[in-house]
Protein backbone atom coordinates (compact mmCIF):
# COMPACT_ATOMS: atom_id res chain seq x y z
CA UNK A 1 0.00 0.00 0.00
CA UNK A 2 1.00 3.59 -0.71
CA UNK A 3 1.18 6.37 2.19
CA UNK A 4 -1.47 7.91 0.54
CA UNK A 5 -3.30 5.17 0.58
CA UNK A 6 -2.58 4.31 3.80
CA UNK A 7 -3.30 8.08 5.40
CA UNK A 8 -6.89 7.88 3.59
CA UNK A 9 -7.08 4.46 5.16
CA UNK A 10 -6.08 5.97 8.76
CA UNK A 11 -8.74 9.16 8.13
CA UNK A 12 -11.41 6.77 7.11
CA UNK A 13 -10.20 4.73 10.24
CA UNK A 14 -11.12 8.32 12.43
CA UNK A 15 -14.58 8.60 10.99
CA UNK A 16 -15.69 4.56 11.03
CA UNK A 17 -14.61 5.11 14.96
CA UNK A 18 -16.86 8.04 15.46
CA UNK A 19 -20.04 6.37 13.55
CA UNK A 20 -19.08 3.43 15.82
CA UNK A 21 -18.84 5.14 19.21
CA UNK A 22 -21.98 6.81 18.90
CA UNK A 23 -23.95 3.81 18.18
CA UNK A 24 -22.00 2.26 21.34
CA UNK A 25 -23.41 5.08 23.55
CA UNK A 26 -26.79 4.96 21.97
CA UNK A 27 -26.80 1.04 22.09
CA UNK A 28 -25.46 1.18 25.85
CA UNK A 29 -28.01 0.03 28.35
CA UNK A 30 -29.65 2.60 30.35
CA UNK A 31 -29.17 2.00 34.24
CA UNK A 32 -28.94 4.21 37.44
CA UNK A 33 -25.09 4.90 37.70
CA UNK A 34 -25.37 4.31 41.58
CA UNK A 35 -27.29 1.06 41.27
CA UNK A 36 -26.22 -1.98 43.54
CA UNK A 37 -24.02 -4.34 41.89
CA UNK A 38 -27.12 -7.02 41.85
CA UNK A 39 -29.08 -4.33 39.91
CA UNK A 40 -26.58 -4.32 37.49
CA UNK A 41 -26.19 -7.70 37.14
CA UNK A 42 -29.27 -8.58 36.43
CA UNK A 43 -29.73 -6.57 33.95
CA UNK A 44 -26.69 -7.90 32.23
CA UNK A 45 -27.92 -11.26 32.53
CA UNK A 46 -31.54 -10.33 31.04
CA UNK A 47 -30.10 -8.61 28.43
CA UNK A 48 -27.66 -9.88 27.49
CA UNK A 49 -27.74 -10.62 23.54
CA UNK A 50 -28.50 -6.39 23.41
CA UNK A 51 -25.09 -6.25 25.68
CA UNK A 52 -22.87 -8.41 23.95
CA UNK A 53 -23.93 -6.60 20.76
CA UNK A 54 -23.01 -3.22 22.53
CA UNK A 55 -19.92 -4.31 23.87
CA UNK A 56 -18.96 -6.34 20.18
CA UNK A 57 -19.70 -2.53 18.66
CA UNK A 58 -17.36 -0.47 21.25
CA UNK A 59 -14.34 -3.31 20.88
CA UNK A 60 -14.59 -2.85 17.10
CA UNK A 61 -14.54 1.01 17.07
CA UNK A 62 -11.58 1.15 19.40
CA UNK A 63 -9.95 -1.31 17.18
CA UNK A 64 -10.32 1.53 14.06
CA UNK A 65 -9.14 4.14 16.24
CA UNK A 66 -5.68 2.01 17.05
CA UNK A 67 -5.23 2.90 13.11
CA UNK A 68 -6.54 6.40 13.17
CA UNK A 69 -4.60 6.80 16.37
CA UNK A 70 -1.04 5.77 14.61
CA UNK A 71 -1.66 8.01 11.76
CA UNK A 72 -2.29 10.88 13.90
CA UNK A 73 0.68 10.73 15.93
CA UNK A 74 2.46 10.67 12.93
CA UNK A 75 1.22 13.80 11.35
CA UNK A 76 1.22 15.42 14.61
CA UNK A 77 4.69 14.21 14.94
CA UNK A 78 5.63 15.45 11.48
CA UNK A 79 4.31 18.83 12.40
CA UNK A 80 5.39 19.52 15.82
CA UNK A 81 9.52 18.19 14.44
CA UNK A 82 12.02 18.29 16.89
CA UNK A 83 11.78 15.67 19.75
CA UNK A 84 7.79 15.52 19.28
CA UNK A 85 6.69 15.60 23.16
CA UNK A 86 3.46 16.24 22.69
CA UNK A 87 2.67 14.03 20.10
CA UNK A 88 4.09 11.58 22.09
CA UNK A 89 1.82 12.42 25.11
CA UNK A 90 -1.37 12.71 22.78
CA UNK A 91 -0.64 9.05 21.16
CA UNK A 92 0.11 7.91 25.55
CA UNK A 93 -3.16 9.72 25.86
CA UNK A 94 -4.90 7.59 23.34
CA UNK A 95 -2.80 4.54 24.55
CA UNK A 96 -3.89 5.14 27.89
CA UNK A 97 -8.01 5.51 26.51
CA UNK A 98 -8.10 1.84 25.04
CA UNK A 99 -6.48 0.46 28.35
CA UNK A 100 -9.52 1.96 30.26
CA UNK A 101 -12.01 0.16 27.36
CA UNK A 102 -10.40 -2.70 27.83
CA UNK A 103 -10.94 -2.80 31.17
CA UNK A 104 -14.38 -1.84 30.68
CA UNK A 105 -15.15 -3.96 27.69
CA UNK A 106 -13.93 -7.31 29.92
CA UNK A 107 -15.88 -6.30 33.07
CA UNK A 108 -18.64 -6.20 30.56
CA UNK A 109 -18.28 -9.32 28.69
CA UNK A 110 -17.92 -11.08 32.32
CA UNK A 111 -21.27 -9.64 33.45
CA UNK A 112 -23.28 -10.54 29.75
Avoid at 44 to 71: D, E, M, N, Q, R
Amino acid sequence: MSNSRLERFAAAAGLIFVVMGLAYVFLSPSMDPLAPAVEVASLYTKKSAGALLWIFVGTLGFFFFLFFLGALYNVLRQAEGGTGWLSLIAFGSGLGMLAIHSVETLSAYTLA
